[in-house]
């Protein structure tokens, strides 16, 4: 039965009982059952599992760490891809602790992990950018396409409510030759520029552009958001489109 099928009472029981079989395995430095959950076909039994571990982090982080460290060596995708999750939960608050295990699942084989750094870098980036987004920086020129828009994808979240925080870092890529990061970069611009006061933020950044076909990609895409989000943009359309045509040359 998958956990969602359990009633609530029951879900909240199996979710103490797994936190409470994960502590004492990460203590005692064994993970057979941990294992088995981290590995879990049930997405919300492996989100259980890296929860735990980032609410175990404030009471044992050097057994925690070696735990997290330990499921990165697993042969299971799932295992890797939970391992760096929790390793996301802890780099909210401490990114320094995870920064290693974040570069080995940049370039993990498999692509539900190297999604895993992706979903990660967004939740550590909105709540701890600093580092977070500097470390993100020194991959936008990284020699593989594909890690180069995984990091474009990964800073969007924080760009949504602070887009000057990750327009520079952007701007990095507006040479990029290869589609999929050039896409990327445009999806992302759209994004961050849909909520208040964001959007004469990018527009203001994308004026020291040189590359004018992208900008006018990204400009149209703009505009494109504001259609599909209407009920969330603070803009309409037409407004935003007025506002970049009267502000952009």
């Known amino acids: 039965m998958a956990y ?47 929860l735990a571990l980032g609410r175990l982090y404030a009471q044992d982080p050097g057994n925690v760490l070696k735990t997290i460290a330990a499921m990165l060596g697993s042969d299971m995708p799932k295992v890797r891809q939970t391992a760096i999750n929790a390793a996301g939960e802890i780099g909210r608050k401490d990114f320094e602790a995870v920064q290693a295990m974040m570069d080995k699942g940049l370039t993990d084989e498999h692509h539900m992990v190297r999604n895993a750094v992706i979903g990660s870098v967004k939740k550590m980036g909105e ?14 020129t990284h020699p593989d396409k594909e890690i180069r828009r995984e ?25 990029d030759k290869t589609a999929r990061v050039r896409n990327t970069l445009v999806h992302v611009i759209g994004q961050i520029a849909y909520k208040k006061g964001c959007l004469e933020t990018v527009v203001a950044h994308l004026k020291g552009w040189k590359n004018k076909a992208l900008v ?3 400009l149209d895409e703009i505009v494109s958001v504001h259609e599909r989000y209407a009920q969330f943009a603070v803009k309409t359309p037409a407004e935003a489109l007025d506002y970049i045509t009267n502000h952009f040359d």
């Open 4 to 50: 969602y099928d359990l009633p609530k009472t029951e879900r909240a029981a199996l979710a103490q009982r797994m936190e409470a079989e994960i502590a004492r395995e990460t203590g005692n430095g064994t993970q057979n059952l941990l294992l088995q959950y981290a590995g879990d076909e049930d997405t919300y039994i492996r989100k259980n599992v890296y």
């Open 216 to 218: 006018k990609e990204a």
């Open 151 to 175: 990091i474009c994808h990964g800073i969007e979240l924080r760009g949504r409510t602070h887009p000057q925080d990750i327009l520079p870092l952007l701007q990095a890529l507006e040479m």
């Open 127 to 140: 709540k701890n950018p600093v580092p977070v987004l500097a470390w993100a920086k020194t991959y936008l």
